[in-house]
């Protein structure tokens, strides 16, 4: 079973940036393609960014260029640092773990393991 806390999100002015953290629990960690989605009321579940045990990275069209995503399997960790924030980047942004490592790094369903969720709000 592997656990999964997100922090780092708050209320930030359009063009500024944070950074969101993922502590995960579990030895196998390092082995699991972990990604970041979005949600906002009303609306599905969206894909941000994922990224392997290898390093390889992947990103929305939408945040490419402004958002990284990196991680330290040393300390269980994955972070998600958002830069040029918009409007349109608000939501309860979710981190989540894939144990199978699945190709479908932009499908929700094939994610195993979810955090509670840690809310952006990015002011005009």
């Known amino acids: 079973q592997v656990q999964l806390v997100e922090s780092g999100g708050g209320l930030v002015q359009a063009g500024g940036s944070l950074r969101l953290s993922c502590a995960a629990s579990g030895r196998t960690f390092s082995s699991y393609v972990m990604g970041w989605f979005r949600q906002t009321p009303g609306k599905e579940r969206e894909f941000v960014a994922a990224?392997?045990?290898?390093?390889?990275?992947y990103y929305a069209d939408s945040v490419k260029g402004r958002f990284t995503i990196s991680r330290d399997n040393a300390q269980n960790t994955v972070y998600l640092q958002m830069n040029s924030l918009k409007p349109e980047d608000t939501a309860v942004y979710y981190c989540?773990?894939?144990?199978?490592?699945?190709?479908?790094?932009?499908?929700?369903?094939?994610?195993?393991?979810w955090g509670q969720g840690t809310q952006v709000t990015v002011s005009s």
């Open positions: 989540a773990a894939d144990r199978a490592s699945s190709s479908r790094y932009y499908y929700s369903v094939d994610y195993d393991y």
């Open positions: 990224i392997r045990w290898s390093g390889t990275t």
